[in-house]
């Protein structure tokens, strides 16, 4: 009779058990998952990091990392060089239809700030911290990524070092980047997709698009850019440190086609100022004779008709020795302004198959 009793005990309990085991599991896995997240981004060498919270969904296959960020030891600003607000990572559930375990990451309001005096080293020692933290942050997500969504990012590149502070941004960053991982190919040589959109300084609109195949060690690329309708005086902090010059007016745009084909680069760069003018009314009178300078030589290659400055150039080789080339950079300045006047658009001139060595 005791050992009846024993039993339905023991079926009772032992089920009860592994609730609770499996109910306590489920309660400390956020922390867990916290806590190693915290210590994957505490070991990067010369970084530090870390995150707010871990939301886990395992009906859903996802977990949110909430408040990512990182910056260097030894920053000498405290503007976190990376901060993404809110990132989803969760299996692609459609994926799996067509028997591959992939997973997707969408992410909400991330900037990436580049303080130029925060990274400020040797290329060396530069390259190699890239890939310390990149691949810290790629082993947070234990499956390969298929679909990466970005909505209302920021990047931007800052040098406080300057007077006044360099400060280039594109903002309302937004982007799609899908079949990464080639679940569907069907023979294509370019088989993901990648569209992005974004604001610059100066309320231009940029836009980009293409193909790309990331899988290879050297991935293959065929995109295509352009930045419209920015307002030049955007650019004053920028080419006054660099330049010596402002503006007072005008737009500008930038223009360009980019082909990577095993590892051989083939495009082209066409920027474009508009209807810009030099010399505003508190330069010094140094500034003034030199921008009188400028504006002069930039009124004799300028496109009287269109009232444009532009050129095109071109730039082809292997990834790790591209040149520009010089002669045609400068043979397409006078071709702007003496034969015909660039439209401020991509050409599309460049397509995958031309950037070949061969």
């Known amino acids: 009779m005791k050992k009846k009793v024993f039993i339905k005990r023991k079926r009772f309990w032992i089920p009860a058990i592994v609730i609770l085991a499996l109910v306590g599991f489920r309660l400390a896995l956020p922390f867990l998952a916290k806590k190693y997240v915290n210590k994957t981004l505490a070991n990067i060498p010369n970084y530090y990091g870390q995150v707010a919270d871990i939301d886990i969904s395992l009906i859903k296959g996802a977990y949110t990392i909430k408040k990512l960020y990182l910056n260097k030891v030894n920053a000498k600003t405290q503007v976190p060089f990376l901060n993404f607000e809110n990132t989803e990572i969760s299996i692609q559930w459609k994926s799996l239809f067509k028997g591959k375990i992939v997973s997707e990451i969408e992410m909400v309001n991330p900037s990436v700030i580049y303080v130029f005096e925060d990274h400020n080293q040797t290329v060396v020692n530069a390259e190699a911290e890239v890939e310390d933290w990149s691949k810290a942050l790629t082993d947070l997500v234990p499956i390969d990524i298929?679909?990466?969504?970005?909505?209302?990012?920021?990047?931007?590149?800052?040098?406080?070092?300057?007077?006044?502070?360099?400060?280039?941004?594109?903002?309302?960053?937004?982007?799609?980047?899908?079949?990464?991982?080639?679940?569907?190919?069907?023979?294509?040589?370019?088989?993901?997709?990648?569209?992005?959109?974004?604001?610059?300084?100066?309320?231009?609109?940029?836009?980009?698009?293409?193909?790309?195949?990331?899988?290879?060690?050297?991935?293959?690329?065929?995109?295509?850019?352009?930045?419209?309708?920015?307002?030049?005086?955007?650019?004053?902090?920028?080419?006054?440190?660099?330049?010596?010059?402002?503006?007072?007016?005008?737009t500008y745009g930038v223009f360009s086609e980019i082909a990577i084909n095993d590892g051989?680069?083939?495009?082209?760069?066409?920027?474009?100022?508009?209807?810009?003018?030099?010399?505003?009314?508190?330069?010094?009178?140094?500034?003034?004779?030199?921008?009188?300078?400028?504006?002069?030589?930039?009124?004799?290659?300028?496109?009287?008709?269109?009232?444009?400055?532009?050129?095109?150039?071109?730039?082809?080789?292997?990834?790790?020795?591209?040149?520009?080339?010089?002669?045609?950079t400068i043979k397409n300045v006078l071709k702007n302004a003496w034969i015909k006047a660039y439209k401020e658009v991509s050409d599309n001139t460049i397509e995958f198959k031309d950037a070949s060595s061969q």
């Not at 790309?212 to 955007?234: G, N």
């Open 146 to 250: 298929n679909r990466l969504q970005v909505t209302n990012g920021k990047l931007a590149f800052v040098e406080v070092s300057t007077t006044p502070t360099i400060d280039l941004q594109l903002n309302s960053f937004n982007l799609q980047a899908s079949n990464l991982r080639n679940v569907t190919r069907d023979g294509e040589k370019l088989p993901s997709t990648i569209r992005a959109t974004a604001t610059s300084i100066g309320n231009g609109k940029f836009i980009l698009t293409g193909n790309m195949d990331i899988i290879k060690q050297i991935p293959d690329i065929d995109i295509s850019f352009s930045l419209e309708d920015a307002e030049v005086t955007s650019l004053n902090d920028f080419t006054k440190h660099y330049a010596g010059i402002d503006f007072s007016s005008g």
């Open 264 to 328: 051989f680069i083939k495009g082209y760069i066409k920027p474009i100022l508009n209807n810009t003018k030099l010399i505003g009314e508190e330069d010094k009178f140094l500034d003034t004779i030199w921008e009188g300078f400028v504006g002069f030589f930039k009124f004799v290659i300028k496109n009287q008709k269109q009232d444009t400055l532009a050129t095109k150039v071109p730039f082809e080789g292997d990834l790790s020795n591209v040149k520009t080339k010089i002669f045609p």
